[in-house]
Structures are given as structure tokens and as C-alpha cells.
């Protein structure tokens, strides 16, 4: 009789669209195991969305996010036949999460415990819940050995990379080139059910801005502009920003008071002062002068000049007039030499001579002395000019942003 049931059921979910199976077991995690209290994983009601690969959710310290965003991804692989790979930024961190997710499990308690058992290897952590590989656990600072293991990761195509923002001294170099290598090595699978493309999942609370990850993804404005307790689409990332305030009402705020404490409001402590908004750069770059320096760590420097000299950071893209490395110097871009730099150019700074596209540009120039030597007047031509077209390309990519977001509000 219990196999004949069996089979039904098998049957009757094969009937179904993959799409609707995915949401009725979420909602069925939701309901059964969700504390209300906690945050309430919206960024996972849209993981089969085919135009989105990258999901930010960055919210109040102690809202639950880790816990119940790795539980309900674990609860759906299981339930789904998929994987979940978890990163971590360094192999010691592999036995906590290993820990957290004994946690998981015999707190939640929507599998037996004791079906849950563990396989270790020199690159990663497998978690088997039953039969099933359910959870995989790798560091990101051993991406390039993780590429010989791609037979394995492929079947993990659920990134969740929790604590993404950190202290500055806690990022690994070269955090973006080293997840779209993980990326790669995983998305070997064509049309995967349910997703069809390998997701990102990004956990974080608002720290600060020096994530190498933010420049790459171009959401600096997104961040400073985005309402609290919204969810929203910005191209190909969905991001949410939450403040829980039934978990902030049991914080000791006492103790260490301050009014502006992103763990408990949500939000990144930043200064509009010296930023410029996002149509004034648009007025600014039509008809203006625009020069790209190459940084290190896969980042450019970008000097706009019209009324105002406007600066931000921005993610590389081989379209770089300069460069501040000999190894990085090429036919269309030029080596910075000796004598385009000045100590006394540091004083134009702190004069506040300049103006920057958002908060994480000014942040990184600020704290970069090299930065501040380059006597960037040097470096323009006269006949540079930012075209009619090059000023339609940007405006229109701005509006089908906004747009986009709009939609999701």
C-alpha cells in the first residue's frame, strides 16, 4: 500500500511544472519551519527567475538570515535533487560552517538528525543528508584548485557566500576573478531544472564598502539610494535591504550606544557630501572628458571632467587609457610614468577640489595615497570627448535600470 502511495505521488508531481514544484515546496519550508520573528527569505520567491543570477541580502545583525536562508536552501536541494555549495572565505572557516549546519539541522529538525554525515577531502566539505550530497563546503581562496574538481561542483549550482561584507583586513585578493572561476567550473550543465543557471546567493550585514565583489556587480548607487525593508531588481541582481526591528527590540543598545549602528538600522554609514547623484553624473559625462586608469584587483579609476572633476572606482574593462603597472601596459594603454605623479597633488583632496560618483569611490581614493599623486590634468587630451552616443548608451542603460526596479518595488 505505502509504495503504491509512493508512485502516486510521484505521478502527480510529474504533472506539475517544475516551476510551480520549486514554489510549493518553499512555501512549505515557509510554513512549517519559518519563524515570523526572523527574515523571511523573499530574495528565494524568485530563484527561478531566468533573468536574475546574483541575490544580495544585506540586513540587521541577529535577523536570522544565515540560519534560515542555508536551512530552507539545504531543505529544497534535498527535496529537489540539487546542491548547494557554501564558501568561505578561508579553509580554517570550512569546520564552523560544517558546525553551523549540524546546528541547522538538529535545531529545525525537518530531517532526522541522524541521517546527516559528513565527508571530508583536501578542498572541501561534502554534507550528505541520507543519500543525498546536499551541501558542499569550499573555501574561495582555493578557487584554482577547486577548477579540478568541476566534475563535482557542477552539481552544486546554489552559491550561498554568507558573511560577504567584512573588516577590510578579512577580504581575500581577488574575491571577484575567484568566484566567477567557481562560477564557471559549476555552470557545465545546460537547462537545469528548476534554475537553469548556476544562482548566487550573498549574505551580508552592512560593514562597509571594500568588498572587491561590490565595484564588480556596479551597485554602489544601488546601496546608498535602495529604501530599507524593499526588495528590488537592478539588471541581473535582485537585492534586499531589511531592518528587523522585532529582533533589534531585544538588543542591548545601552551598552555601546550609537544612533547610526548599521546592526541595528540596516543601512551603510556613508556622507552625500562631495557625491554627486546619478542624473548629475549623466549631465556631467554628456560632452565631457573621460579618462580610465587600470588599478589593481581587477579595478579602474575613472576621472570625468566637464564643470566638475567627478571620480569613482569602478570595475575594470579593458578599455583603460592608463595603468599604474608595467605588467598591465598594452598598445591602447599606457604605463603611468614617474612623472605624472606628485606629492603635493594630495593638497587638491583635501582642499575638496573634487567630486565623486558615490560613497564606496570615495571611500577607496581616500585611503589610497597613490591614488591622490596622480596629477590626472596630465593625462587628458584635447580632443577627448565623450560623444552623443556614448551619453544615449549610459542614459538608456540608467532608465531600464530604474525601470526595472520600479517593477519590483
Avoid at 556587480?217 to 531592518?243: A, C, D, F, S, W
Wanted: proline share 4%; aromatic share 12%; glycine share 2%.
Amino acid at each position: 500500500m505505502a509504495k503504491k502511495k509512493y508512485v502516486s505521488k510521484v505521478k502527480e508531481l510529474l504533472k506539475k511544472e517544475p516551476k510551480q514544484v520549486y514554489e510549493e515546496t518553499l512555501q512549505r519550508y515557509k510554513q512549517q519551519y519559518l519563524p515570523p520573528q526572523y527574515n523571511q527569505l523573499e530574495l528565494l520567491d524568485e530563484l527561478c527567475n531566468d533573468e536574475i543570477d546574483h541575490y544580495i541580502s544585506i540586513t540587521t545583525r541577529g535577523d536570522g538570515k544565515s540560519f534560515n536562508y542555508i536551512s530552507a536552501v539545504g531543505y529544497l536541494c534535498y527535496h529537489l535533487n540539487m546542491g548547494c555549495l557554501i564558501l568561505v572565505r578561508h579553509w580554517a572557516l570550512q569546520d564552523k560552517m560544517r558546525e553551523l549546519i549540524e546546528d541547522i539541522i538538529q535545531t529545525v529538525h525537518w530531517i532526522d538528525p541522524n541521517e546527516l554525515r559528513f565527508k571530508s577531502n583536501s578542498d572541501y566539505i561534502t554534507i550528505f543528508l541520507g543519500d543525498k550530497p546536499v551541501f558542499l563546503i569550499a573555501d574561495l581562496n582555493n578557487a584554482s584548485d577547486l577548477k579540478q574538481s568541476s566534475n563535482v561542483l557542477k552539481n552544486f549550482p546554489i552559491i550561498l557566500y554568507d558573511e560577504f561584507l567584512a573588516l577590510e583586513s578579512d577580504y581575500v585578493q581577488d574575491e571577484y576573478q575567484k568566484m566567477a572561476t567557481i562560477y564557471k567550473s559549476i555552470d557545465r550543465i545546460p537547462n537545469r531544472p528548476y534554475i537553469k543557471s548556476p544562482k548566487i546567493i550573498y549574505l551580508g550585514n552592512p560593514v562597509n564598502f571594500s568588498s572587491p565583489l561590490l565595484p564588480a556587480l556596479n551597485i554602489y548607487n544601488h546601496l546608498q539610494t535602495h529604501e530599507i525593508n524593499t526588495i528590488k531588481q537592478y539588471g541581473n541582481i535582485l537585492l534586499e535591504m531589511r531592518r528587523n526591528d522585532q529582533r533589534n527590540d531585544g538588543k542591548n543598545v545601552r551598552a555601546f550606544p550609537d544612533p547610526n549602528d548599521s546592526d541595528v538600522t540596516g543601512e551603510f554609514k556613508f556622507s552625500n557630501y562631495k557625491l554627486v547623484t546619478p542624473d548629475q553624473y549623466n549631465r556631467e559625462f554628456n560632452k565631457g572628458q573621460l579618462i580610465k586608469i587600470r588599478l589593481n584587483n581587477d579595478l579602474m579609476l575613472t576621472v570625468l571632467r566637464k564643470s566638475d572633476i567627478i571620480l569613482s572606482v569602478e570595475k575594470a574593462d579593458n578599455k583603460e587609457d592608463y595603468c599604474l603597472l608595467l605588467n598591465d601596459e598594452t598598445e591602447e594603454r599606457t604605463f603611468i610614468q614617474e612623472r605624472f605623479y606628485s606629492d603635493r597633488f594630495h593638497k587638491r583632496y583635501k582642499k575638496g577640489l573634487f567630486k565623486f560618483k558615490d560613497a564606496f569611490s570615495k571611500q577607496y581614493i581616500s585611503e589610497d595615497d597613490t591614488i591622490q599623486s596622480i596629477n590626472f590634468y596630465r593625462l587628458f587630451k584635447k580632443e577627448q570627448q565623450n560623444t552623443t552616443e556614448e551619453t544615449y548608451e549610459r542614459v538608456t542603460m540608467d532608465y531600464i535600470l530604474n525601470a526595472i526596479a520600479q517593477k519590483y518595488e
